[in-house]
């Protein structure tokens, strides 16, 4: 497939079936598989034999239960009627995150597409360490670099069908090499391509900010970079105000988990309404176009049909909760349409789009795409201030104190995406 130039994508957003103009994108939710299998790689040799069982609904939710069927979802069909539902709810656009790892289906992404009318904006890049293929160990920086970018420019995993984003990027705790060389090579995709990125990070409350610190390093672009699973990552206000204040965006990707259980680490998961008490503290100390929000369902029995809260269950209930809750429409509206717009739309690629600030628009860079990959020609952005490309203000950074708390590593036995 012919590789889109950066011309052809500045101003536009990328969809499975094409680009599309960003005003299409309408209310939208930026963090769901909709085709995927989070089954850990060494079990999914296991016969899909034993069926899901109601009864055990609660054995499922809380990770006791790890029947694979309950972690695998490659039916094109469950996922249209998942995504017809969250249309008739109001919902236009989703972004969809079944990445490397977790067998990702571009062609049935875009089947789902077509049946629907939704907008589907796939990732693209690698999931965490222990699910990525044996042949990444060796890989370098610039070759995962390449490989995004392709999968932006012309077409991934073997189709012709490109991603709008780049990630989610995943990370484990610890942080291993391999993965700091994929955020790296996405570091350079956003700076190619003029995408935003997305990361899962470990589940510890200091690593989103080492990847602040990553970050700034490689001169990513800030503004147009989100910090995936707040909820179930950040439990204090200083860490948390730290990173609004140094200028990402932060993702609140796990409505409708309601229960303090969380089968991946020793927290207290929060439920919707402290998540949205969360993102209140956030607005209201000034942070305007850093929120987002979604589901993140990545087992079979989140979904609908099979008595979950399915991908519906922002526009029908957490929507009308914010409301209850003295959200204003104008803070709704950037929440669900204005900032997932400004992210989805493509700036202009190249190092350079940071010079006048972050994420507007500007001439292509000079600087060729070997020369970024070799470490020479990128500017170093200062902190992210002023409007974004789509004219949605972030917050100049600062800084906050932080303390220390683990929660450790998945272990290696469960299923978990989250």
Request: glycine share 12%; hydrophobic share 35%; net charge negative.
């Amino acid at each position: 497939m012919a590789r889109l130039s950066r011309d052809e994508m500045r101003g536009k957003a990328q969809t499975v079936l094409g680009l599309v103009d960003p005003a299409e994108l309408g209310s939208t939710i930026m963090h769901e598989p909709l085709l995927w299998n989070v089954t850990p790689p060494g079990r999914r040799h296991e016969a899909l034999t034993e069926p899901l069982d109601p009864g055990r609904y609660w054995k499922y939710l809380t990770a006791q239960d790890d029947n694979p069927a309950n972690t695998t979802q490659k039916d094109v069909g469950v996922a249209t009627r998942a995504v017809e539902e969250f249309v008739a709810e109001g919902g236009r656009t989703v972004v969809e995150l079944t990445i490397g790892g977790l067998e990702p289906d571009p062609e049935g992404l875009a089947q789902v597409a077509r049946a629907t009318g939704a907008h589907l904006v796939m990732g693209c890049g690698h999931y965490v360490d222990d699910y990525q293929d044996p042949a990444n160990e060796d890989r370098t920086v610039d070759s995962f670099a390449r490989e995004m970018i392709d999968q932006v420019q012309e077409g991934a995993w073997g189709t012709g069908v490109r991603a709008g984003i780049v990630g989610e990027i995943g990370c484990v705790w610890p942080w291993t090499e391999k993965e700091k060389r994929v955020l790296a090579g996405a570091v350079i995709a956003q700076q190619e391509t003029g995408a935003a990125l997305t990361i899962h990070p470990a589940r510890h409350e200091d690593h989103p900010w080492m990847l602040v610190e990553f970050l700034r390093d490689r001169g990513a672009d800030l503004s147009r970079t989100i910090i995936d699973h707040i909820d179930r990552t950040i439990f204090d206000d200083d860490r948390l105000f730290r990173l609004a204040d140094a200028g990402v965006v932060l993702e609140w990707d796990l409505f409708g988990q309601e229960a303090t259980y969380y089968g991946h680490a020793d927290i207290d998961m929060p439920n919707d309404g402290a998540r949205l008490k969360a993102i209140r503290r956030v607005l209201d100390r000034g942070h305007r176009g850093q929120v987002v929000i979604s589901h993140d369902i990545c087992h079979v029995m989140q979904l609908s049909e099979w008595g979950g809260h399915g991908y519906g269950h922002i526009h029908r209930s957490v929507i009308p909760l914010m409301r209850k809750r003295g959200f204003t429409e104008s803070e709704v509206a950037e929440i669900m349409v204005e900032t997932p717009r400004r992210l989805l739309t493509f700036i202009c690629g190249g190092a350079t789009q940071r010079e006048g600030g972050a994420g507007r628009p500007c001439a292509p860079s000079a600087s060729s795409l070997a020369g970024r990959l070799a470490g020479r020609g990128c500017v170093r952005p200062s902190a992210p201030t002023g409007a974004s490309g789509g004219g949605w203000p972030t917050r100049a950074p600062g800084s906050g104190p932080a303390a220390s708390r683990t929660h450790g590593r998945r272990s290696a036995g469960a299923s978990g995406r989250l």
